[in-house]
């Protein structure tokens, strides 16, 4: 049986190729970050990983590199303007540019909002809000520049719906939802095109307890119409997607991969 290589790919297929293409995923030492950082490599992108911990970012790109792929270390704290600046800036100077970016650096935290504690509410605007803003300014100055990039903020379902504990944490992802579209709007004249990605339910180390609470797990799966939680996997073509040629007139988006659970009461 003979293999498709990209340039003999039916011109539908194509589009989706990101060969030659340098994409930077934020948070991806583990979990949803690792997974569409393997997704985009999967499809040629060279792939920048991003995380605070340089320990468990190099064992995360060697693990790429093992399989093949092209992967190189670039940490720095996105919550950190400055070092989001002199990271972004300092690789497009020194190795080229950063064709797409995925904005995925996030935490959760839990409490009833009558307790919720001033620093915790402070460290999830920081880290889920701000940092989409520290990184993507950079990125996208040089993407304005060249006419051409693409952005994808992961949102949530709680972009649209709540939950009892973690209204902080919905403020968050609503508020990302909104900037995804103003950042299309603003950008979108320069030849950019962001977009967000709002995963549903998934089984991540940030879902754990949740994945292990059987009352929780029976309550979900009965509210989603595809009955079972989301495997990682299940986001990566609709990154691919978002990232390739293949969504070139689609801007200001948020796709949601929750298995229907925004379509149903």
Same mark, same amino acid.
């Given at each position: 049986?003979?293999?498709?290589? /990209? =340039?003999?790919?039916?011109?539908?297929?194509? #589009?989706?190729?990101?060969?030659?293409?340098?994409?930077?995923?934020?948070?991806?030492?583990?979990?949803?970050?690792?997974?569409?950082?393997?997704?985009?490599?999967?499809?040629?992108? =060279?792939?920048?990983? &991003?995380?605070?911990?340089?320990?468990?970012?190099?064992?995360?790109?060697?693990?790429?590199?093992?399989?093949?792929?092209?992967?190189?270390?670039? /940490?720095?704290?996105?919550?950190?303007?400055?070092? #989001?600046?002199?990271?972004?800036?300092?690789?497009?100077?020194?190795?080229?540019?950063?064709?797409? *970016?995925?904005?995925?650096?996030?935490?959760?935290?839990?409490?009833?909002?009558?307790?919720?504690?001033?620093?915790?509410?402070?460290?999830?605007?920081?880290? &889920?809000?701000?940092?989409?803003?520290?990184?993507?300014? !950079?990125?996208?100055? =040089? +993407?304005?520049?060249?006419?051409?990039?693409?952005?994808?903020?992961?949102?949530?379902?709680?972009?649209?719906?709540?939950?009892? &504990?973690?209204? !902080?944490?919905?403020?968050?992802?609503?508020?990302?939802?909104?900037?995804?579209?103003? +950042?299309?709007?603003?950008?979108? /004249?320069?030849?950019?095109?962001?977009?967000?990605?709002?995963?549903?339910?998934?089984?991540?180390?940030?879902?754990?307890?949740?994945?292990?609470?059987?009352?929780?797990?029976?309550?979900?799966?009965?509210?989603?119409?595809?009955?079972?939680?989301?495997?990682?996997?299940?986001?990566?073509?609709?990154?691919?997607?978002?990232?390739?040629?293949?969504?070139?007139?689609? &801007?200001? =988006?948020?796709?949601?991969?929750?298995?229907?659970?925004?379509?149903? *009461?």
């Amino acid at each position: 049986m003979s293999v498709q290589t /990209p =340039h003999t790919l039916p011109p539908a297929l194509a #589009a989706f190729d990101l060969t030659g293409r340098t994409a930077l995923v934020t948070g991806s030492s583990s979990g949803i970050g690792f997974a569409l950082a393997c997704g985009l490599a999967s499809a040629g992108a =060279h792939l920048l990983l &991003n995380g605070r911990d340089a320990n468990r970012l190099d064992e995360a790109t060697h693990k790429l590199q093992a399989l093949g792929f092209t992967a190189t270390s670039l /940490p720095f704290d996105v919550t950190d303007p400055a070092a #989001a600046v002199q990271a972004i800036d300092g690789w497009e100077r020194d190795h080229g540019p950063i064709d797409i *970016l995925v904005n995925n650096a996030g935490i959760q935290r839990r409490a009833p909002l009558e307790n919720f504690p001033l620093a915790d509410w402070a460290e999830l605007m920081r880290t &889920n809000v701000d940092s989409v803003f520290y990184v993507a300014q !950079p990125v996208a100055r =040089h +993407m304005i520049a060249r006419g051409r990039g693409k952005i994808i903020n992961v949102c949530s379902v709680q972009s649209e719906l709540g939950r009892p &504990n973690i209204a !902080p944490y919905t403020a968050t992802k609503g508020a990302v939802k909104m900037l995804t579209k103003g +950042m299309a709007i603003d950008w979108g /004249p320069h030849g950019l095109q962001v977009n967000g990605l709002g995963p549903g339910y998934f089984k991540t180390p940030l879902n754990q307890a949740l994945v292990d609470d059987p009352a929780f797990s029976a309550w979900l799966l009965n509210r989603t119409p595809s009955r079972r939680w989301g495997d990682v996997e299940d986001l990566v073509g609709a990154a691919i997607f978002l990232s390739s040629d293949a969504s070139r007139f689609v &801007n200001g =988006h948020i796709l949601y991969v929750d298995g229907g659970v925004t379509a149903a *009461l």
